[in-house]
């Protein structure tokens, strides 16, 4: 009869033995989080063609010039596909990777005066703004490049206009 080791705090009946897979397991899970972690990755922002919307100046506006215009939805579906499904992935449905952009709004959804749901939507209007203008870092890391002199006005907001019908809650 084969004499059996008592469990030791070294070596448990049901946990991984050897310290060398353990350790080539913790790198490949350590890898695959630094992974996820630089999904946006070095990509090149896709030029926008935004010739077919009206030309909104040099001076940027507050609110979204675009909504619900026919024409901005459509350049905005395609610059959303190019330039941030990657990382919030098709269709606005994020895979957990950047924030769901559906939810953009919905604290404004359920507002039933409308002066102060106008007032909501114009602060989301200015928060998406900023962001997509200036990007997000966090403790010096880069979690949303950011896009200003890379896009123009128009693109930024025909991409706005595109996720408003994307609403997880419509208005």
């Given at each position: 009869?084969?004499?059996?080791?008592p469990?030791?705090?070294?070596?448990?009946?049901?946990?991984?033995?050897?310290?060398?897979?353990?350790a080539?397991?913790?790198g490949?899970?350590?890898?695959?989080?630094?992974?996820?972690?630089?999904?946006?990755?070095?990509?090149?922002?896709?030029?926008?063609?935004?010739?077919?919307?009206?030309?909104?100046?040099?001076?940027?506006?507050?609110?979204?010039?675009?909504?619900?215009?026919d024409?901005?939805?459509?350049?905005?579906?395609?610059?959303?596909?190019?330039?941030?499904?990657?990382?919030?992935?098709?269709?606005?449905?994020?895979?957990?990777?950047?924030?769901?952009?559906?939810?953009?709004?919905?604290?404004?959804?359920?507002?039933k005066?409308?002066?102060?749901?106008?007032?909501?939507?114009?602060?989301?209007?200015?928060?998406?703004?900023?962001?997509?203008?200036?990007?997000?870092?966090?403790?010096?890391?880069?979690?949303?490049?950011?896009?200003?002199?890379?896009m123009?006005?128009?693109?930024?907001?025909?991409?706005?206009?595109?996720?408003?019908?994307r609403?997880?809650?419509?208005?």
């Amino acid at each position: 009869m084969k004499h059996l080791r008592p469990p030791t705090p070294t070596r448990r009946p049901g946990r991984l033995a050897a310290t060398p897979l353990r350790a080539a397991l913790l790198g490949v899970a350590a890898y695959a989080a630094w992974t996820l972690a630089c999904a946006h990755g070095d990509v090149t922002p896709q030029a926008v063609d935004t010739s077919a919307l009206p030309k909104l100046g040099d001076e940027w506006r507050a609110e979204n010039p675009f909504r619900g215009n026919d024409v901005a939805i459509k350049i905005g579906t395609s610059a959303y596909t190019q330039n941030c499904a990657r990382c919030h992935g098709l269709e606005a449905i994020s895979g957990g990777i950047a924030p769901d952009l559906r939810k953009l709004d919905n604290d404004c959804a359920p507002l039933k005066d409308n002066g102060r749901k106008v007032a909501c939507v114009k602060e989301i209007d200015e928060y998406y703004l900023a962001t997509v203008r200036r990007g997000r870092t966090r403790n010096g890391a880069v979690y949303m490049p950011p896009f200003d002199g890379v896009m123009n006005q128009e693109a930024i907001w025909s991409i706005k206009a595109y996720l408003e019908t994307r609403r997880d809650k419509p208005f």
